[in-house]
């Protein structure tokens, strides 16, 4: 099998730390304030060539303090009948921003920083469905502007050794896959993950990393089964995933917000077996067992514990935005946009199977 994608340049023989400067400094602006948001912006903070320009928030207060705990330069709360966001892409000091809203803003935040002239990192889900998706993906074209889903899985040494061995034939054709994501979310009804209106659930929040393997590895399926938990606001709660394949291949998907799971992913081929973790969103182990031989681990270690220069994982696909915006690309050729509408054509398929609608479906 081939890699439909290439590696990132930052993960060939060689390269420098992701941190170090690849060229001209960005100046970054963050939208919204929550935990994401601040980490984020410890993880820009870490390039030599990043400069953390603004923040924006619904409350002048919240992004003052934001701005003041990261070092930002310029705080941007609602005024003057603008919100945060407007007045912060409206600011010709920021050149791309980072945006970890809750999902049922993304696609329209995004769209607002584009058409302002900002590059734009949108965390995942890349927004709430596959319409959206391919009108953010019109939008950067329409302004030659970057543009790319943060799913920071998919620059990380662990996973982008994982897929150079399935290529390389290491238990031969993939014949299935099982991936799954679950934790108990102890969290109150009020929270984003239960709210149907900010387009809460398993689904959304989870499947970027479940998914990820299956569509990388397998491509696009023929035939997609779901069924799942709803809670009574019709948010989904778990579901189970069946992705059909030509030839008879297929992967199994599990995500969970009621359960603790093991949070792996397992390949089976014709020449052995391979299992991924032990986070799937953060592979630092790989164990390949083929028939009639000891099993070869392999680890890696994606941060420098010594000195932190590598923070918590989130600064490969950083490095990668950086890269791109200095070289004049607008998309990445390891996370292409049509990657993103393809998740969320998948997502949307499996939601209308669980019976899961957004406000976003009626718009």
Same mark, same amino acid.
């Given at each position: 099998?081939?890699?439909?994608?290439?590696?990132p340049p930052s993960l060939a023989p060689g390269a420098s730390a992701p941190?170090?400067?690849?060229?001209?400094?960005?100046?970054?602006?963050?939208?919204?304030?929550?935990? !994401?948001?601040?980490?984020?912006?410890?993880?820009?903070?870490?390039?030599?060539?990043?400069e953390l320009q603004a923040v924006s928030s619904r409350s002048q207060d919240?992004?003052?303090?934001?701005?003041?705990?990261?070092? !930002?330069?310029?705080?941007?709360?609602?005024?003057?009948?603008?919100?945060?966001?407007?007045?912060?892409?409206?600011?010709?000091? *920021?050149? *791309?921003?980072? !945006?970890?809203?809750?999902?049922?803003?993304?696609?329209?935040?995004?769209?607002? =920083?584009?058409?302002?002239?900002?590059?734009?990192?949108?965390?995942?889900?890349?927004?709430?469905?596959?319409?959206?998706?391919?009108?953010?993906?019109?939008?950067?074209?329409?302004?030659?502007?970057?543009?790319?889903?943060?799913?920071?899985?998919?620059?990380?040494?662990?996973?982008?050794?994982?897929?150079?061995?399935?290529?390389?034939?290491?238990?031969?054709?993939?014949?299935?896959?099982?991936?799954?994501?679950?934790?108990?979310?102890?969290?109150?009804?009020?929270?984003?993950?239960?709210?149907?209106?900010?387009?809460?659930?398993? =689904?959304?929040?989870?499947?970027?990393?479940?998914?990820?393997?299956?569509?990388? *590895?397998?491509?696009?399926?023929?035939?997609?089964?779901?069924?799942?938990?709803?809670?009574?606001?019709?948010?989904?709660?778990?579901?189970?995933?069946?992705?059909?394949?030509?030839?008879?291949?297929?992967?199994?998907?599990?995500?969970?917000?009621?359960?603790?799971?093991?949070?792996?992913?397992?390949?089976?081929?014709?020449?052995?077996?391979?299992?991924?973790?032990?986070?799937?969103?953060? *592979?630092?182990?790989?164990?390949?067992?083929?028939?009639?031989?000891?099993?070869?681990?392999?680890?890696?270690?994606?941060?420098?514990?010594?000195?932190?220069?590598?923070?918590?994982?989130?600064?490969?696909?950083?490095?990668?935005?950086?890269?791109?915006?200095?070289?004049?690309?607008?998309?990445?050729?390891?996370?292409?946009?049509?990657?993103?509408?393809?998740?969320?054509?998948?997502?949307?398929?499996?939601?209308?199977?669980?019976?899961?609608?957004?406000?976003?479906?009626?718009?």
């Open positions: 099998m081939d890699r439909h994608f290439p590696a941190t170090t400067a690849t060229g001209r400094s960005l100046r970054w602006g963050i939208v919204s304030t929550g935990a !994401i948001a601040a980490t984020m912006a410890g993880e820009i903070a870490l390039l030599e060539d990043a919240s992004a003052d303090a934001f701005a003041a705990a990261h070092g !930002i330069a310029c705080g941007y709360g609602g005024a003057d009948d603008l919100t945060g966001l407007e007045r912060m892409a409206a600011d010709p000091e *920021v050149d *791309v921003a980072y !945006i970890g809203s809750p999902h049922s803003e993304h696609a329209a935040d995004a769209e607002v =920083l584009l058409e302002a002239g900002k590059h734009v990192l949108c965390e995942k889900a890349f927004t709430v469905t596959a319409a959206q998706a391919r009108r953010l993906a019109d939008v950067a074209r329409a302004n030659d502007r970057f543009l790319m889903e943060a799913v920071w899985t998919r620059f990380q040494p662990g996973s982008n050794r994982l897929w150079d061995l399935l290529a390389d034939g290491a238990v031969g054709e993939v014949r299935w896959m099982s991936s799954d994501m679950g934790f108990v979310a102890d969290a109150p009804p009020t929270h984003r993950l239960w709210k149907r209106e900010l387009a809460g659930g398993a =689904l959304l929040d989870l499947g970027p990393y479940s998914t990820l393997w299956p569509l990388t *590895v397998l491509g696009r399926p023929e035939v997609v089964t779901a069924s799942g938990l709803l809670t009574d606001d019709g948010v989904d709660a778990q579901e189970a995933i069946t992705l059909q394949y030509a030839g008879g291949r297929h992967a199994h998907v599990t995500n969970a917000l009621t359960a603790f799971g093991p949070r792996a992913l397992h390949v089976a081929g014709t020449e052995g077996w391979l299992r991924a973790g032990p986070n799937l969103h953060r *592979v630092t182990e790989l164990t390949v067992q083929r028939p009639g031989e000891d099993p070869r681990t392999e680890t890696f270690d994606d941060d420098d514990a010594s000195s932190g220069s590598q923070g918590r994982g989130y600064v490969w696909q950083l490095r990668e935005v950086t890269r791109c915006i200095q070289e004049g690309l607008t998309e990445s050729p390891t996370m292409p946009v049509a990657d993103s509408v393809a998740s969320m054509e998948l997502y949307d398929a499996v939601r209308e199977q669980l019976g899961v609608r957004y406000p976003a479906d009626d718009a």
